[in-house]
């Protein structure tokens, strides 16, 4: 098999007396869509804050590629194809979903060092940036400050900024909460389409949609990992049932 | 994507047409000025105190790039006037009297302090960045007391204006005024593109939320940094011409008060429209000047003895009068010329 996408080699974190990260090795496979699931509480979000460079490990590494980013910060690691999204949405409220995305796309094409000429009116910025929001079903609402979307829209505008930064590794973090139904079907819809152009790593409690897109799941409880492994075996552990999913929940 | 040129950008064009109206009002005003200075019969008194409204025009945009497009609260803005007066005063001492030499030298000695300040300032967020940009303009202040060469406390008298390659045109008072009008068209053309740039997108992005900048691939500190320099050498320009109104340099150009007038000229006018700053630096300014008689006017009905009482306080009416402009005109003064269009 090919070398590991991103590779986590005894990453640990603790807030005081409390272990959140709990000596986490785990490795994503190029091409993979990756689950991580967990009580609430576990650790997972803390867990991609340390993969993205929000937070640092306190040990242990983190490998990209095969190359060490335990170290480098956040816009570096994206600029090498490693980008994520946000449990708690965030997004640019005043300006409109397409500049959000449109940013994104601005990041990764040529300076930012450039004084003049109109950004919003760069068609090479806003084309790739309208393609990424007609992804995610947001075109229609391209022009609406996106401090005003509803909550399910925002959560479909951070996917597509995410993917406008061109990753070769997305980390999303709950993408599907507090979505309605309709909108979470779109999503999950959308991220079964995205499965085959880059790897993934997911984080949802909806356990209907980790199921059906999931490659690989891996279980996190109290920072531990206890289970790697195909979503069908993952369903069946007698250590994943006992320790996390309610018996009901998995059949 | 050939469709998305025709989609209108903006839902409500008519409403940036609109606005667009206040920045050429504005400018229309300032250059029809001198013509009603000559007809006053104060033209002298009218001209220096537009001049001087221009100047703190350019010094409060400067700040409005950062604070309004970057929330960037400087508090030690008025360091740049100084340097840009200390500039021209400095070297106008030594024999070096051409402007041509002197505005290059102010600019690159704002664009260095700046950089070295705010390479420092912008790794600390919040009150922390007012306390310590602060904290470098009180420096600088300090600085220029200790000045004994150069006049310390007292400050020094130039001797005349700043020659233009060699010509003494700017002792014309008409001349200096269309020169002030141009640098602030000229800045305020410049800033009006920068933020609307590239450049200027990511400023205000990092303004909204840095960690999604960051999560995308900025580095916020880098355009921050940048565009505290830039904001630097234009108040920097500023202290230029300050200087050369005045005919006269001192420490007083830099004191903190001077660097919260600033900021009060900002959020009076409105953050993040750059003309509002000029806006706002017009209010401050002829507000500062005419309250004493606005006053003496309104208090028609009490007895003359009140009223220059009140007059001579006026001061005790500016302060509360500032507060109830920022406590009740959200947006300040744009965000009332922008008002009545909405509903
Ligand atoms: N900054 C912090 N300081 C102290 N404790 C923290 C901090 N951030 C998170 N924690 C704790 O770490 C644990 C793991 O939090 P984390 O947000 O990673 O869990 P999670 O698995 O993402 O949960 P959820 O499913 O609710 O999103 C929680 O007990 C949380 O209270
Ligand atoms: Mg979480």
Same mark, same amino acid.
């Given at each position: ?41 576990a ?9 993205s460079?929000?937070?640092?490990p ?47 796309v ?17 068609k ?104 790697t ?8 552990n ?5 320790a996390?999913?309610g018996e009901?929940?998995?059949? | ?61 400067? !700040? ?19 340097l ?17 030499? *002197?505005i290059?030298?102010? !600019?690159?000695?704002?664009a ?18 007012i306390?310590i940009?602060?904290?470098?303009? *009180? ?14 406390d ?64 900025? *580095?916020?500190?880098?355009f ?18 300050l200087?050369?109104?005045a ?9 903190? *008060? ?10 009076l006018?409105? !953050? ?21 008689e606005?006053?003496?006017a ?25 507060? !109830? ?14 008002r009545?269009?909405?509903?």
């Amino acid at each position: 098999m090919a070398e590991p996408l991103l590779e986590l080699r005894h990453v640990r974190k603790a807030y005081g007396a409390l272990v959140v990260t709990d000596d986490v090795s785990l490795s994503v496979e190029p091409g993979e869509l990756h689950a991580i699931i967990g009580p609430n509480g576990a650790g997972k979000t803390t867990l991609i804050h340390q993969i993205s460079g929000t937070l640092p490990p306190d040990s242990g590494q983190v490998l990209f590629g095969g190359e060490d980013i335990t170290r480098l910060p956040m816009p570096r690691r994206v600029r090498r194809g490693l980008a994520r999204s946000f449990q708690i949405t965030s997004i640019l409220p005043g300006f409109s979903a397409l500049e959000n995305v449109a940013l994104a796309v601005q990041a990764r094409s040529g300076s930012s060092f450039r004084f003049l000429g109109n950004a919003a009116q760069e068609k090479a910025l806003n084309g790739p940036a309208m393609e990424c929001l007609d992804l995610v079903g947001l075109s229609p609402r391209a022009y609406v400050p996106a401090g005003l979307l509803s909550h399910g829209e925002k959560r479909q505008l951070e996917l597509a900024i995410g993917l406008a930064t061109e990753p070769k590794l997305l980390l999303l973090d709950e993408p599907l909460a507090g979505t309605g139904h309709d909108e979470s079907q779109r999503v999950v819809e959308t991220l079964r389409r995205l499965k085959s152009r880059l790897t993934i790593v997911l984080i949802e409690h909806d356990m209907d949609a980790v199921f059906s897109l999931a490659d690989r799941v891996s279980v996190l409880v109290y920072g531990r990992v206890i289970a790697t492994d195909t979503p069908e075996r993952v369903r069946t552990n007698p250590e994943v049932r006992a320790a996390y999913l309610g018996e009901e929940e998995l059949v | 994507m050939t469709e998305l040129a025709e989609t209108p950008s903006a839902p409500a064009p008519s409403l940036t047409t609109r606005l667009e109206l206040i920045p050429i009002v504005l400018f229309a005003a300032f250059a029809a000025a001198p013509l009603l200075a000559t007809s006053s019969g104060a033209e002298g008194y009218v001209l220096s105190l537009l001049t001087r409204v221009m100047i703190f025009g350019i010094a409060a945009m400067a !700040l409005d790039l950062i604070l309004g497009y970057g929330a960037l609260v400087s508090f030690g803005h008025a360091a740049f006037l100084g340097l840009g007066g200390y500039a021209v005063g400095i070297l106008a001492s030594h024999g070096i009297e051409d402007a041509l030499i *002197q505005i290059p030298v102010a !600019l690159a000695g704002s664009a260095v302090f700046a950089l070295a300040t705010g390479a420092i300032s912008l790794r600390t967020k919040g009150v922390y960045f007012i306390m310590i940009t602060l904290a470098f303009g *009180q420096m600088l202040y300090f600085l220029a007391t200790s000045l004994a060469p150069y006049g310390g406390d007292d400050g020094m008298t130039l001797s005349s204006r700043s020659l233009v390659a060699g010509s003494g045109i700017l002792e014309n008072d008409f001349a200096f005024y269309w020169v002030c009008l141009f640098c602030l068209l000229g800045t305020y053309a410049f800033s009006r593109a920068l933020v609307a740039s590239r450049f200027g997108r990511v400023l205000r992005g990092t303004r909204e939320n840095t960690t999604r900048m960051e999560a995308v691939g900025f *580095q916020p500190f880098r355009f921050q940094l940048v565009a505290y320099v830039i904001s630097g050498m234009m108040a920097g320009l500023a202290g230029c011409l300050l200087a050369n109104q005045a005919e006269f340099v001192s420490p007083a150009f830099m004191t903190w *008060q001077r660097s919260g007038e600033l900021i009060f000229m900002v959020v009076l006018g409105g !953050l993040g429209s750059l003309h509002g700053a000029i806006i706002g630096a017009a209010a401050f300014l002829l507000l500062e000047e005419f309250l004493p008689e606005i006053l003496h006017a309104a208090g028609f009905f009490l007895s003359e003895e009140t009223r220059s009482h009140l007059a001579e306080n006026w001061k005790m009416v500016f302060g509360p009068l500032l507060i !109830l402009v920022v406590l009740f005109v959200r947006g300040g003064i744009m965000g009332l010329l922008r008002r009545p269009h909405h509903g």
